[in-house]
């Protein structure tokens, strides 16, 4: 069977990470959160007191960072090592979440981080998760989907997720983040959260997770 790429774009907190490893599951492909490599990067400038706004001091710690998705067998899930420390625990705090944006507006981060992308992609058969993947990682990827929902069923959703996994915030402070990220992801310069073209857009205010994965899987099956 032809292998293809799935480029999972949209808004903050629609759910598209939860459809998109649910997708993989089912074809048999890797699941990749591009989001978490942005999440990385940002914690490691952190935790290095990197100045995000000078250059040089950015390309330094760039050279300085290798990252790796590395298998959970437990969960099944990819997680994200910087310098073969898994980070995943530390990076979905709103520390890091209310800075993320901003490193990730950095040319030299998204230059870094694409080119990671690129590779992990060339045999295809992924499932990418992102804001560019449609339109700048993978512009010839053979299925591009838009996800997008309400903003206040997004804040609730995440929220949810949140309180699960025992990070501290209110609904209030997830809808402003989420509203902020949205704003600050499709107007910056580079590779600004856009629609592609020729994607598909899926609104999943009123769907279950089970209704966009199948919306999704009824999408690939078509190609595949
Ligand atoms: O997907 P997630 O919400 O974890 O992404 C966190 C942030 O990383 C986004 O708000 C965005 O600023 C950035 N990001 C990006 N390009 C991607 C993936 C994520 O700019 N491909």
Known sequence: MEKIIIALDGHAGCGKSTTAKAVAKELDYIFIDTGA???????????NNVDFSDAVEVENALKEISLKFVLNPSSGIGEIHINGENVEPFIR???ITSRVSDV?????VRVFNVAEQ??????KGIVMDGRDIGTVVFPNAELKIFMTADVTVRAKRRLVEMES???E????????DIRNRDHLDSTRKESPLKKADDAVVVDTSGLTIN????SILKLAKNII
């Open 37 to 47: 490599m942005y999440r990385a990067v940002t914690y490691y400038f952190l935790s």
């Open 211 to 214: 209704q966009q994965v199948e």
């Open 93 to 95: 705090n709103m520390e």
């Open 118 to 123: 690129q590779k992990m992609g060339k045999e």
């Open 165 to 167: 996994k025992g990070v």
């Open 169 to 176: 915030t209110s609904l209030e402070d997830v809808e402003s």
């Open 104 to 108: 990730a507006s950095i040319k030299a």
